[in-house]
């Protein structure tokens, strides 16, 4: 028998049909000959201008929020591995999840092509052996985000230690995961462009970069970001791979980073352009203010700013000598921790650099306490061997820094004296024409909740694992769309309405129920 292909022909409204509906019909035919008017003339209003294509943009600032493999951090930290994680380049923490910043890259809004790199890393270390080296000792950083033709891969610079052969391997932007786009259309999105919980599974070589601890295809913890994008210069955009300028941080056990010999010259004895002193206190603390005991948080003041997991106190003066690479010099603002029984401030903070030494000092005002302030207490000391300048500006970047004896008193004895805490970044110049390093640049959306994060231990194994998983922008673009809809939906619920009503009056059922009629 000849198959048989049922040939669709699109339903035309005619003027005529339009006409006769408007002038004589009935209230339901003349709201269905208004919902399909407006239904045609949809698609002709949303089309684009003629000729009309989107610049490309670059990204400039933000943050991607990702907790790895929260069991891998159950696991590091737990009685059989017994190890531990510590931060490097600025990175933080939110809840149970890794806060990477400073994002750079590109993106194409009529394409939906992206690409965006992040700062920072998190070395994990367990299994400590009798040498005082780890057998687990695996750190990702750098990670990067790239978009196209509707797929994602996160990338990331991987050092791992190979489980029982114990090769270091060290690469470079290894494709680490595969990010799940199922129902998220990049096109078309303005600043900021937002990515919430997005699925991710382990690569095959990400597999190996994790030092077999996982097979591929594993689950890893939902990805979230939120970066700035703004119209691309003529110049050609940086390479999203590449740190940003003045991002030079490296691990903690590094030790100081700073400028070789030479003094910039003309630089008199004692002089210097501007100074900051970066420190966070220490991670824990921070968590301890926020977390479900004390449930606060922390202002800042008299200029102090947030870098996300350290504060920046400015405006440094004083003293400082080249040639010894020595300082004295006090700093501009503050911060004051709150919560249940805490009232903690430390403000004037000043530093001292002597002897290949430094010591931060700052006055302590304990208001739960009630005790009188307490001026210049010296709180930690950190190593300073090389503070000579290079190109106009001398720094130390991320110095391990160890709590004094009255430090530890000033934090409530929460911790003992030699307690390790957050590494202390000092930057001073010498020149008018250098500057200090940029701080962690965590975008204009830095202010929102963050994502809910997994709960510690437990898999986020359900496709778009929240409603919000989806690009979402702040283009008129979209407003448009959302308003059209709406109006479309107004339109029809009238439809509908005036349908029920007129069946109500002819079978005697209220509107708000049920109707009898099945159809």
């Known amino acids: 028998m000849p198959s048989f292909r049922p040939v669709r022909r699109p339903f035309r409204p005619s003027r005529a049909g339009f006409a006769r509906a408007s002038s004589g019909g009935s209230p339901v035919r003349l709201l269905v000959a208004l919902l399909i008017a407006l239904l045609m003339a ?10 009309a294509h989107a610049a490309d943009r670059t990204v400039q600032g933000g943050r991607l929020d990702w907790g790895i493999k929260s069991s891998f951090l159950t696991y590091v930290t737990g009685p059989i591995a017994q190890g531990s994680w510590g931060l490097t380049g600025g990175a933080a923490t939110v809840g149970s999840q890794f806060r990477f910043h400073s994002a750079t890259g590109s993106y194409d809004p009529d394409s939906g092509a992206f690409r965006s790199a992040f700062s920072g890393g998190v070395r994990f270390v367990g299994h400590q052996k009798s040498d005082g080296s780890y057998e687990l ?13 509707g797929s994602g891969t996160l990338y990331a610079d991987m050092v791992s230690r190979a489980k029982g052969s114990g090769k270091v391997t060290t690469s470079s932007q290894v494709p680490f995961a595969s990010l799940d786009l199922s129902g998220i259309d990049m096109r078309g999105g303005s600043s900021p462009i937002a990515l919430s919980n997005v699925p991710a599974t382990l690569t095959t070589r990400g597999a190996t970069a994790f030092a077999g601890y996982y097979t591929a295809g ?5 990805v979230s970001l939120s970066v700035d994008v703004a119209a691309a210069e003529k110049t050609a955009a940086p390479d999203p791979t590449t740190p940003p300028d003045g991002d030079g941080r490296t691990g903690p056990d590094s030790g100081t980073t700073g400028g070789t010999a030479g003094a910039t010259a003309g630089a008199s004895p004692g002089a210097f352009q501007d100074a900051a002193v970066d420190w966070g206190v220490r991670r824990t603390y921070r968590e301890y203010v926020t977390g479900s005991i004390a449930r606060g948080g922390w202002t800042l003041g008299d200029g102090a700013q947030d870098g996300g997991a350290l504060f920046r106190f400015p405006g440094g003066k004083g003293s400082y000598d080249a040639e010894k690479g020595t300082l004295d010099a006090e700093f501009a603002g503050s911060v004051r921790f ?6 903690l401030t430390l403000r004037k903070v000043a530093v001292v650099v002597k002897d290949g030494k430094g010591t931060l000092s700052a006055d302590v005002v304990d208001a739960a306490e009630g005790s009188p302030p307490r001026k210049a207490v010296p709180l930690i000391t950190f190593a300073a061997r090389d503070f ?19 430090g530890a008193e000033s934090f409530g004895s929460l911790y003992p004296a030699g307690t390790e805490m957050d590494p202390v970044s000092l930057a001073v110049t010498v020149d008018a024409k250098a500057k200090l390093p940029a701080l962690p640049d965590l ?16 898999e986020s194994t359900a496709p778009g694992a929240a409603a919000s998983s989806k690009a979402s922008s702040s283009s008129v673009g979209a407003g448009t769309y959302a308003a059209i809809g709406a109006g479309v939906a107004v339109a029809a619920g009238a439809a509908v309405l005036v349908v029920r009503r007129r069946r109500a009056a002819a079978t005697g059922t209220a509107t708000d129920g049920a109707p009898t009629d099945p159809s």
């Open 42 to 51: 949809l698609p002709v209003a949303l089309l684009p201008a003629a000729g």
């Open 137 to 149: 000792d695996l750190t990702l950083s750098r990670p990067t985000v790239r978009i196209s033709g």
């Open 218 to 222: 594993t689950a890893l913890d939902p």
């Open 338 to 343: 709150t919560g249940t029984r805490l009232d």
């Open 388 to 406: 000579t300048p290079e190109d106009g500006l001398a720094t130390l970047t991320e110095a391990p820094a160890k709590l004094t004896a009255q």
């Open 443 to 458: 975008g204009s959306d830095a202010t929102a909740p963050a994502p809910t994060p997994s709960p510690a231990g437990t």
